[in-house]
């Protein structure tokens, strides 16, 4: 009996200890951490302070400030560079080129005008009454066909060579096909003209030949119109071989 009291003696003080809860334990504090030195404060900027008044009679001038790099500000009345300017490309020199050949030079159409002149020769209209040219002979109609010749050559000898410049046998010379020439038949050249501002004056040589009776007023009307017109004269005297053109187209 004695050994159990004793045994729950020294069990009870075990059993009390049990049951008591043990004070929380305090939590370690972190380690430290070496952040380097601390940096040092911006630098603000500097506060205005009050400045005496300039003497009379001076313009005040600012004091020169300080730049954030600690170098002087630019000097009054001048401007602070900025940056580095850029520089301007160098533009290239102009390419020069030869001249290209233009090749063989074309006259212009001017030029070739100018080569030539026009002038007029007259021919008949057979039976055409006067309906496109001036009636004359046996109802015919005289009617003016241009030419061209040589620029600078004599306009009479050039109308009237025109007239005379025909082949033997040719009936319809010029560009209408219905044009008649009575001096087809005929070998004239001429020789020569003058013109006094009235009456134009024609020297022919040669043979001169008609088909038939109508063709008298018709060479007569052919030749006394082309030389009129082409000096402007008011009239014509022709003569062929040395006698008046009346007495060469007599028939016999």
């Not at 043990?22 to 506060?47: I, K, N, R, S, Y």
């Amino acid at each position: 009996m004695r050994a159990v009291m004793a045994a729950s003696a020294l069990a009870f003080p075990l059993w009390a200890a049990a049951c008591v809860t043990p004070p929380p334990q305090e939590a370690a504090p972190p380690p430290l951490v070496d952040a380097g030195p601390t940096p040092a404060a911006a630098p603000t900027a500097p506060v205005p302070q009050p400045q005496a008044p300039p003497p009379a009679g001076t313009a005040a001038t600012p004091p020169a400030l300080e730049t954030q790099a600690g170098a002087p500000a630019a000097p009054a009345g001048t401007t602070a560079p900025v940056g580095t300017p850029a520089t301007s490309p160098t533009s290239p020199p102009p390419e020069v080129r030869a001249p290209e050949d233009p090749g063989p030079s074309t006259p212009a159409p001017s030029e070739k005008a100018a080569d030539f002149q026009a002038v007029t020769a007259y021919y008949v209209l057979l039976d055409d009454g006067g309906s496109n040219g001036v009636r004359f002979g046996c109802n015919d109609s005289l009617v003016g066909v241009a030419h061209t010749s040589s620029a600078g050559e004599d306009t009479l000898a050039a109308s009237v060579g025109a007239l005379l410049d025909v082949q033997a046998g040719a009936a319809q010379p010029g560009p209408s096909p219905d044009v008649y020439n009575a001096l087809t038949g005929s070998d004239l050249k001429f020789l020569s003209g003058s013109f006094d501002g009235t009456t134009v004056t024609v020297y022919l040589a040669g043979t001169l030949s008609m088909g038939g009776v109508c063709d008298v007023p018709r060479v007569e009307a052919q030749l006394t119109q082309t030389a009129v017109s082409a000096v402007g004269a008011i009239r014509a005297e022709i003569y062929v071989n040395g006698s008046s053109l009346s007495e060469a187209l007599r028939l016999d």
